[in-house]
């Protein structure tokens, strides 16, 4: 029986205060800043999502972003061993602790510009971190930051000067663009390396324009190639047990992975050389993620890109591929998606029946009300046909843009609570695979129509 330990030790906080038993599942747990983490831990999600191990369905896990499941290395255990281990423990005791979203480099894969927080957004880390300290200091092992840099979080920072853990024994792995991870910065928190210290630095190349590029703008090469040196000194002390160098693979730096895999290796010393692909994180748009995802076969570089990994060097043994060799879905350009909905729009607006349909579709299927799925322009459109003629409850949206269509209120999906005879309509319908799996973890037992399909059925109708 597949297994994985994630979900019976681990713990993810995010920045908001949302904890997931693992970074690469879809649902939540619970509010580290409205609970208590011992709260969390033991609730009734929790269990939902280890239930999900338990049973081998794996429902709430993303199999396009975790390690294990990309490469497919999660052991077989036996009946027995498997019960044993699918227990839950009385507290998580391996953490990754990325509360924070505070970084001095605005990646354009990641974000528009420098994330500064204001006075209140501070104040919530600053809780999270006080309510995690008393667990971090009795882990196994614990993780920072996968939102923001490390060492440009004054929470962070802190959290990492006052961690004391309780056992020798204790990992401790940092994650950072390493453009701060400097002889200064590193005094503050050297009793960290008394234990299991794992270094990983993001630089996603060593060309200094490329490099430029890929940080939104920011003139740090030279010091971030001080910096691994520096830590390259470390790890010949064996201050830093295990030093890896990680490059996210995109339209940009594609062409260099073989060269920077053989840099990190023979000039900085890396035990791993740790190769990404790009996922669609925060508020990445559709436009500039189809241009920078080359794991796409209709993007214009991925046949290129499949024959550099024809390359040598990756069958050295420090090279690890984290799915960047994976193939992503085959997806056109955003755009024909845009003009597939200019066409429904233009159907829509040519139908002067159409509210008459719509009124009677409604009818037949027994629907008084309706979320409307997405907050995107079409929204807007769709809902100034519905408004009138249903109950529009709201709006609903994964990834939040804008904080409210038409006056209404857009509910993150982890804030939506689902009702039994709710009804929704899902505006981006490219996405129903990921949405229906979203709101069955959250219990959506109701119907869902998808955008294209609502349309080309009312349409339809004789009147």
């Not at 939902?48 to 990309?70: H, M, V, Y």
């Not at 590029?213 to 040196?229: A, E, P, Q, R, S």
Request: charged content about 30%; proline content about 5%; glycine content about 4%.
């Amino acid at each position: 029986m597949k297994y994985c330990n994630r979900p019976f030790e681990h713990c993810y906080v995010l920045p908001d205060g949302r904890v997931r038993i693992c970074g690469w599942t879809d649902g939540t747990i619970g509010n580290l800043i409205e609970q208590d983490l011992d709260e969390i831990w033991k609730g009734e999600k929790a269990e939902i999502q280890r239930d999900a191990i338990r049973n081998g369905s794996f429902a709430f896990c993303r199999k396009t972003s975790c390690p294990f499941l990309e490469n497919d290395t999660l052991p077989d255990l036996d009946e027995e061993e498997f019960d044993r281990k699918t227990v839950t423990s009385d507290a998580p005791v391996d953490f990754s602790v990325a509360c924070d979203y505070v970084c001095n480099h605005s990646c354009p894969s990641c974000r528009e510009k420098v994330f500064v927080g204001d006075s209140k957004y501070t104040e919530n880390v600053n809780i999270m971190i006080d309510k995690l300290l008393p667990y971090l200091d009795k882990a196994d092992y614990v993780l920072t930051d996968g939102n923001g840099d490390a060492f440009a979080s004054p929470s962070i920072m802190r959290m990492m000067q006052e961690i004391r853990f309780a056992r020798k024994e204790s990992r401790f792995g940092i994650e950072t663009n390493g453009v701060l991870f400097d002889e200064e910065h590193w005094e503050k928190i050297k009793h960290l390396g008394e234990h299991n210290l794992t270094v990983t630095v993001t630089p996603n190349s060593f060309v200094p324009s490329t490099y430029k590029y890929l940080n939104g703008g920011h003139d740090t090469y030279d010091k971030m190639i001080h910096n691994l040196y520096f830590i390259k000194q470390l790890r010949e002390q064996e201050l830093v047990n295990e030093y890896n160098i990680s490059i996210v693979v995109q339209d940009r730096n594609f062409m260099e992975v073989p060269e920077f895999a053989k840099r990190c290796i023979e000039d900085f010393g890396a035990d791993q050389v740790v190769i990404k692909p790009l996922y669609h994180w925060f508020g990445l748009s559709e436009d500039l993620y189809w241009q920078k995802d080359i794991l796409n076969p209709m993007h214009p570089y991925h046949k290129e890109y499949m024959e550099v990994l024809k390359h040598p060097i990756f069958k050295n043994e420090k090279v690890f591929f984290w799915g960047a060799h994976n193939l992503h879905p085959a997806v056109p350009h955003p755009a024909y998606k845009y003009k597939e909905q200019l066409d429904m729009v233009i159907k829509c607006m040519e139908d002067e029946k159409l509210p008459e349909k719509i009124g009677k579709y409604l009818k037949d299927n027994d629907i008084n009300s309706i979320y409307i799925y997405g907050d995107e322009q079409l929204s807007t459109f769709i809902y100034n046909i519905l408004k009138d003629i249903v109950n529009v409850k709201g709006f609903i949206a994964r990834d939040i843009c804008r904080k409210e269509i038409c006056g209404i209120p857009v509910i993150n999906i982890c804030d939506y609570k689902p009702a039994l005879e709710d009804n929704i309509i899902v505006i981006n319908y490219k996405y129903i695979d990921i949405i229906r799996k979203d709101l069955e973890i959250l219990g959506f037992k109701g119907k869902l129509f998808e955008m294209d399909k609502f349309i080309n059925s009312v349409v339809m109708l004789d009147i």
